[in-house]
């Protein structure tokens, strides 16, 4: 039961940008806990590709890039490349729950 | 580099209970700064959260599932386990074990195991 929810899919073609969007509460976003951000390719672990909302992990492409505002943070990607159609989560911390908890996961394809 | 790595039944009958490791490398278990994590993904579907250890040994569980579920820290042998009675089909996944690094304002997940699927079926 995600308390963070995400579109089921995007697309873009080739060198467009898409937006990823990860709607939350009061008792997670909106309560100033950090957005981060994770890739997962198929048969694999999710992979940390935004931390603390904005910022990208060494590795990286600066291609990808996030922000938060009010209950809600989103993903973006620039530039998309055939390599970034794949799965995409946020995770957060919720205060009711008193754990952390992930978006729906969004799939992104690479039209 | 740190690393984590999940072993276990690959099967397990229902009502019974899954048992999980995850042997860590490359980093000590008891040092400050980090949570111990427990993850699950049904085939096809979103990432769970199923529970959390402090390097003292303190849970804290998602409410969906703490009626079942134990974890434990073996600081003796570097690694933490997991516990998951009652099982049902509804519990076939792959289970992953991650690190989080403790930050202020927000706790992310920085190291996984590869995963491993645990399916429940008689």
């Known amino acids: 039961q995600s308390v963070l929810t995400q579109p089921p899919s995007v697309s873009g073609a080739p060198g467009q940008t898409v937006t990823i969007s990860c709607t939350g509460s009061?008792?997670?976003?909106?309560?100033?806990?950090?957005v981060h951000w994770y890739q997962q390719l198929p048969g694999t672990a999710p992979k940390l590709l935004i931390h603390?909302?904005?910022n990208r992990p060494s590795g990286v492409p600066a291609r990808f890039s996030g922000s938060r505002s009010g209950t809600s943070a989103s993903l973006a990607i620039t530039g998309l490349q055939a390599e970034d159609e794949t799965d995409y989560y946020c995770?957060?911390?919720?205060?009711?729950?008193?754990?952390?908890?992930f978006g729906t996961g969004t799939k992104v394809t690479v039209l | 580099q740190v690393q984590l790595q999940e072993s276990g039944p690959g099967l397990v009958k229902p009502s019974q209970t899954l048992s999980l490791s995850c042997a860590v490398s490359?980093?000590?278990?008891?040092?400050?700064?980090?949570?111990w994590n427990w993850v699950r993904q049904p085939a096809g579907k979103g990432l769970e959260w199923i529970g959390r250890?402090?390097?003292?040994?303190?849970?804290d569980y998602n409410p969906s599932l703490e009626s079942r579920v134990t974890m434990s820290l073996d600081t003796s042998k570097n690694l933490f386990s997991l516990k998951l009675n009652s099982v049902s089909a509804a519990d076939t996944a792959v289970y992953y074990c991650?690190?989080?690094?403790?930050?202020?304002?927000?706790?992310?997940?920085?190291?996984w195991g590869q995963g491993t699927l645990v399916t429940v079926s008689s």
């Open positions: 995770q957060s911390y919720d205060t009711g729950l008193s754990g952390y908890v």
């Open positions: 009061s008792s997670n976003i909106g309560a100033g806990y950090d």
């Open positions: 490359g980093g000590s278990i008891s040092s400050g700064g980090y949570y």
């Open positions: 991650a690190r989080v690094i403790r930050l202020f304002g927000g706790n992310y997940f920085d190291y």
């Open positions: 603390g909302n904005t």
């Open positions: 250890l402090d390097t003292s040994g303190v849970t």
